[in-house]
């Protein structure tokens, strides 16, 4: 059964349950971490809410990768052009993909395009500078995949057309010629090639900020940083991007010979009929309004909701810890506001007046000895401090540590981590065991720490206990 289809108070009581195994309690939880499941992070009935009537410190942080996923989902949903062009980019990669003879087409066709484009000097030519790359389907959990699902189709679209009306023309069934055709009809059409460079500005400008939010080590003050960049990238694409763009997309068509509307013209909209019309509206009002300027404003104003409730500040003022550029953002006063509002029932009143001192002790001596300079993480601090032995010393600092080190920024490690089952349990290995299916996923998971591992030791390691089985 899938998360989504539990309730979360029978889901809460089968944690309470596993924990209890491990002696560990409820009312020790000081974080908790979910994606945008409705019966996870639900205000009222969700699982994050039914922990803290329990525990009301521990604070549930949405993962910031999901975040902005359901940004980026949330304006494809509500714009229905944004939702359309997704649908049918879909359809057509799905439709070009879908067999050895189409993928070996477009090949062919990308090869002769880039050594004519090399000939004519379009194209730059040296080493890695003539990839014939592929066409890429965007994945579930690798939410940066976006960026290239675009990429690709910008890139092989002469291609991508060539081998389209090849199946027209010598497509083995009617259902393949229609579906081609269809596709070959959609990629002409000026909407679709506006609204395919919208999306590559728009996603080109929130990929990096993706790619930071889906780190193992996530760097919280450097990813607001990237996402105040992102959002005054896509304001200024707003203001000055639309004629840029349009060029571009009327060039592309110019390019392989495509008719298109004239701008000033009227728009048309539905099947064109005088009563579905509303107002004069010409073609150049539609693009820039209903879809340009639409879907920025919208992609703004998700940005706006999703970055700005209270467990920003929280992991803010958090960042303070971080030894990371020999201690940068440590801050006395932001550390003592950081226990002071957030976690009041784990510092009593006398234990705030010894914090300050602690920190000031702290401030001259952890960050200058030199044991602590090359960190870059928390983790990496907390296990330093007790290395050294100067978590007794700065106990209370410790404990702080501690406590923020239980905040779940992101799941995105996690979420792979479950999307990896999928390749380890496969049809054929359906009958897999746990511990089996437990052993190999912790291998893939942590395949950083396994690198190492010569393979022919384990083997003759297996070889010389079978041997030593063979002579009992």
């Not at 969700?46 to 989902?73: E, K, M, S």
């Not at 062009?85 to 003879?101: E, G, V, Y």
């Not at 002409?188 to 460079?197: G, K």
Request: one cysteine or more.
């Amino acid at each position: 059964m899938h998360v989504s289809d539990i309730t979360s108070s029978t889901l809460k009581k089968e944690i309470c349950d596993v924990l209890a195994r491990y002696n560990l309690y409820i009312f020790n939880m000081q974080g908790q971490g979910y994606d945008g499941a409705s019966n996870m992070c639900g205000a009222w009935n969700g699982l994050q809410a039914l922990f803290l009537r329990d525990c009301p410190y521990a604070y549930y942080v949405h993962c910031f990768a999901h975040r902005l996923q359901l940004a980026l989902i949330a304006a494809a949903g509500n714009q229905i052009f944004i939702w359309l062009f997704f649908s049918k980019l879909t359809t057509i990669i799905n439709h070009i993909c879908a067999s050895p003879k189409r993928h070996t087409k477009l090949h062919y066709a990308q090869t002769i395009k880039i050594a004519h484009m090399g000939a004519t000097g379009e194209h730059k030519t040296g080493k890695e500078t003539n990839q014939i790359g592929n066409l890429h389907r965007s994945g579930t959990t690798r939410w940066s995949s976006h960026f290239d699902y675009i990429c690709s189709l910008i890139d092989m679209y002469g291609a991508t057309i060539i081998v389209l009306e090849s199946m027209v023309q010598e497509g083995s069934s009617n259902s393949i010629r229609g579906e081609a055709g269809g596709c070959l009809i959609v990629m002409q059409y000026f909407e679709f090639i506006f609204i395919l460079y919208l999306m590559y500005k728009i996603i080109g400008i929130t990929n990096l900020l993706c790619q930071a939010l889906q780190q193992k080590s996530l760097d919280i003050l450097n990813a607001m940083d990237l996402v105040s960049t992102t959002k005054a990238l896509l304001q200024t694409l707003k203001d000055v991007g639309f004629d840029i763009l349009l060029a571009n997309v009327q060039f592309l068509y110019t390019k392989y010979e495509i008719n298109i509307s004239h701008m000033n013209a009227s728009y048309k909209k539905a099947t064109g009929h005088s009563c579905q019309q509303q107002g004069s509206v010409t073609v150049y009002q539609h693009y820039y309004y209903d879809i340009f300027n639409s879907t920025i404003d919208f992609q703004l104003e998700e940005l706006n909701s999703r970055f700005n409730d209270g467990t920003v500040e929280l992991l803010v003022l958090s960042s303070a810890l971080e030894p990371k550029d020999n201690f940068k953002s440590f801050k006395v006063d932001a550390i003592y506001k950081l226990v002071e509002k957030f976690y009041p029932e784990d510092f009593n009143e006398q234990e705030m007046y010894y914090l300050r001192s602690q920190l000031e002790h702290y401030q001259m001596d952890v960050i200058h000895h030199e044991s602590f300079q090359n960190m870059s993480i928390i983790s990496e601090l907390c296990r330093g401090l007790a290395k050294t032995n100067k978590s007794q010393h700065y106990h209370l600092i410790d404990r702080l540590i501690h406590l923020v080190l239980t905040l779940l920024v992101s799941t995105a490690t996690t979420e792979r981590a479950f999307s990896a089952m999928k390749h380890v349990k496969t049809v054929l290995r359906n009958k897999m065991e746990e511990e089996f299916l437990a052993d190999s996923m912790m291998i893939y998971i942590e395949r950083e720490f396994v690198e190492d591992i010569d393979s022919d030791s384990i083997i003759d390691e297996f070889y010389s206990t079978k041997h030593q089985k063979v002579q009992l």
